[in-house]
C-alpha cells in the first residue's frame, strides 16, 4: 500500500535516506523490510525554536514495489496549419506560457520579443556590469524570458487563486528544471539554469509552428473601431492576427506612453520602493540557525522573510536573495536600478534582499502637491506612477555618479542620517559610492525605512554575541523600484479583453495582474485559455 506521512527531522537524519526509512517503519508501525521506498512531496525548514527541523511530506511504499513521481504529460500539437493566429506581444513568463497554453489548444501563437535571445543577450549584460554602457532594448528587464530569465528563479506565489501552480511547476520541469521543484516548500531554479530553459521552451514553440522573433520591438496599434486590426514594429513591419496578448512587463514604459497616445485607458498603480540591503549569508545563516548549523551543508544558505506596518504602510522584505548578487536592473541611461539574483547552488557569500516601502497613489500626489512642482493634470495623470518611479531612478543615477555606480550607506549609518565613511564588500558588480540615501529617497520612503530597519533588527537579533540584523556590516544599496508595474492596464474581469479593445488581452506583471515568474506564467495561461475560448466559439 501506499501512505502519505509527515516526519519531523533534525537536519542530519533528513541528509540520510536510511535515517528517513527507520522514520517511516516507525510511523507507520512497520519494519524496515516492507518500506520500499517514499515519493518526496513537499520538504520545509523550520527554524523558528532553537532547534532547526525539516518538515518531510512523503508518500511511502509499504510492502509494494517502489516507482518514481509520474511527471505530468502535456500535449504540444502542430499548429503550421492553423486557421487561428495570436500575436504575443513580449517574450517574458506570461507571453511564453500564453503560446505553450495556445499551442496545445491547438492556435498558432507569434511572439514579438524586443529584445535578444539569452545567449546574445548575456553578452550585453557582460557590458553593463563592467563599462557602464546600457543596452535600452536588451538588459536584465528585456529579452528572451523576459526579466525573469536572469532574475533569482524563485517560482514561489501566494497567488493561488490564480491558476495551476502545479502545472506551471512540472512545464518548469519538463523543460529541464530540476524535480526537487515540486516538492520545495520555496521552489527555486538558479539563475545559471534559468536560460537553458527558455531556450528549450522556445525551440518547443519553434518545432510545433509557432514562431518567436527577435528584435521586434512594437511601436504602434493599428486599430479598427474597438479591435486592433495590426501591430507595427520598429523595423518596419506591420503584422496581423486574430487576436493580441500584451504581456511586455512592469519595465515597457514606452508602451504606457503608446497606449497613453492611443487614448487607450490604462490607470496609475501604486508600488513598491526601496533599496536593497546586503549581508554577508553567514551572519543571515548564525541568526536564522543559530550558531551550530551556521557552516555546515545540512541545510540550504538561509533566506529571511520581513514585514511591519509603519505609519499606515507595509515595509517589506523583497525578493530575497540567498547567496546571491545585486545586479544593475536599469533599462535607460541616466536611470538607476537595482534587483538581486542567486546561481541554483546559492553559493556566493551574500545575502541580499529588495527592502520596499508600499508607495500608493495618494502618496506620490502629496509628494508632489508639498513640492508644487505638478499641475492639476500632472497629478491625475495616468503616468504619475510612472514619471515618479522615473524620477527617484534618474536622482540615483546621478548621486552614484554616473556608469549606473550605485549610491550605498551602511545600515546603521542610514538611520542616523550618519554618512559611511567606508563600505564593506559588495556583489554589486558597477561598484558602490558613499552616499547619504536621504538625498536619494523621497523623505517618506525614507523616513518609513528607518523606523523599520529598527524594528526588523529586533525581530532578528544578535546571538551568543555574534551579531544581528541591524548591522553596520550590512548595506543598503539604491534603488529598488521596480518591484510592480506603476501602471494598470484595464481588463474585462470574465473574458480578460480590454474594455475598450475587444481583441486585446493585457496580462502579467506589465499589466499590473502578475508578481513574479509564477503567478505571470499562470496569468498568461488563464488569458490564453480565455481568448482561445472565444476565437473557438
Known amino acids: ?23 517511516i517503519a516507525k510511523a507507520t508501525a512497520k519494519k524496515t523490510t516492507e518500506v520500499s521506498g517514499y515519493q518526496l512531496l513537499k520538504r520545509s525548514i523550520d527554524a523558528r525554536g532553537k532547534t532547526v527541523w525539516i518538515n518531510l511530506t512523503l508518500n511511502a511504499f509499504i510492502n509494494e514495489p517502489f516507482h518514481q513521481r509520474t511527471l505530468q504529460k502535456f500535449d504540444f500539437k502542430d499548429v503550421n496549419n492553423s486557421s487561428k493566429k495570436v500575436i504575443i506581444i513580449g517574450g517574458g513568463p506570461a507571453g511564453i506560457f500564453a503560446a505553450l497554453q495556445l499551442i496545445e489548444l491547438g492556435i498558432k501563437p507569434i511572439i514579438l520579443e524586443r529584445g535578444k535571445e539569452v545567449r546574445a543577450r548575456r553578452r550585453d549584460l557582460a557590458i553593463l556590469n563592467k563599462e557602464g554602457i546600457i543596452n535600452p532594448e536588451s538588459n536584465y528587464c528585456f529579452g528572451e524570458g523576459g526579466a525573469g530569465t536572469y532574475s533569482d528563479g524563485k517560482l514561489y506565489t501566494r497567488s493561488t487563486k490564480r491558476g495551476d501552480i502545479n502545472r506551471i511547476l512540472n512545464l518548469f520541469v519538463h523543460f529541464g528544471a530540476d524535480e526537487n521543484i515540486l516538492s520545495d516548500a520555496h521552489p527555486h531554479i538558479g539563475t545559471n539554469k534559468l536560460p537553458a530553459i527558455i ?63 492611443k487614448k487607450i485607458e490604462i490607470e496609475a498603480k501604486g508600488f513598491a520602493l526601496g533599496v536593497r540591503i546586503e549581508h554577508p549569508q553567514e551572519l543571515i545563516n548564525t541568526i536564522q540557525y543559530g550558531r551550530e548549523y551556521g557552516l555546515t551543508d545540512l541545510l540550504p544558505p538561509a533566506s529571511y522573510s520581513l514585514v511591519e506596518q509603519v505609519d499606515g504602510r507595509g515595509v517589506f522584505s523583497f525578493c530575497m536573495c540567498p547567496g546571491g548578487i545585486i545586479a544593475p536592473a536599469s533599462t535607460n541611461e541616466n536611470e538607476l536600478v537595482v534587483n538581486g539574483w542567486s546561481p541554483s547552488k546559492r553559493n556566493n557569500p551574500f545575502a541580499n534582499s529588495g527592502m520596499v516601502v508600499q508607495t500608493e497613489i495618494e502618496d506620490v500626489i502629496k509628494y508632489y502637491s508639498d513640492r508644487k512642482n505638478k499641475s492639476e493634470s500632472d497629478l491625475q495623470s495616468p503616468l504619475l506612477m510612472m514619471d515618479f518611479q522615473k524620477e527617484v531612478e534618474q536622482n540615483a543615477f546621478a548621486i552614484g555618479g554616473g556608469k549606473f555606480v550605485a549610491p550605498a550607506q551602511r545600515m546603521v549609518d542610514f538611520t542616523e542620517d550618519k554618512f559611511s565613511s567606508s563600505l564593506p564588500k559588495c556583489s554589486y558588480l558597477p561598484g558602490i559610492n558613499s552616499a547619504l540615501l536621504k538625498d536619494v529617497l523621497p523623505a517618506f520612503i525614507n523616513d518609513k525605512l528607518k523606523k523599520a530597519l529598527k524594528s526588523f533588527g529586533k525581530k532578528m537579533p544578535a546571538k551568543n554575541k555574534h551579531l544581528g540584523y541591524f548591522t553596520n556590516e550590512a548595506v543598503l544599496v539604491a534603488t529598488e523600484s521596480r518591484t510592480s508595474s506603476p501602471v494598470r492596464i484595464p481588463r474585462d474581469e470574465d473574458i480578460l479583453h480590454h474594455p475598450q479593445i475587444k481583441n486585446l488581452f493585457p496580462c502579467g506583471e506589465g499589466a499590473g495582474y502578475a508578481g513574479g515568474i509564477v503567478s505571470a506564467a499562470m496569468d498568461g495561461e488563464r488569458v490564453a485559455n480565455r481568448l482561445a475560448d472565444l476565437l473557438m466559439s
Not at 528549450?200 to 528584435?215: K, P, V, Y
Not at 503584422?239 to 497606449?259: E, N, W
Open 1 to 23: 500500500m501506499q501512505q502519505k506521512i509527515s516526519l519531523k527531522l533534525l537536519p542530519s537524519d533528513a541528509a540520510d535516506e536510511v535515517a528517513i526509512i527507520e522514520k
Open 199 to 261: 531556450t528549450a521552451m522556445r525551440t518547443r514553440i519553434l518545432d510545433c509552428g509557432g514562431e518567436f522573433h527577435f528584435n521586434k520591438k512594437v511601436i504602434d496599434f493599428i486599430l479598427e473601431k474597438d479591435k486592433l486590426k495590426s501591430v507595427k514594429t520598429a523595423d518596419g513591419d506591420v503584422l496581423t492576427a486574430d487576436s493580441f496578448i500584451l504581456a511586455t512587463g512592469h519595465s515597457a514604459r514606452d508602451i504606457f506612453l503608446l497606449l497613453h497616445q
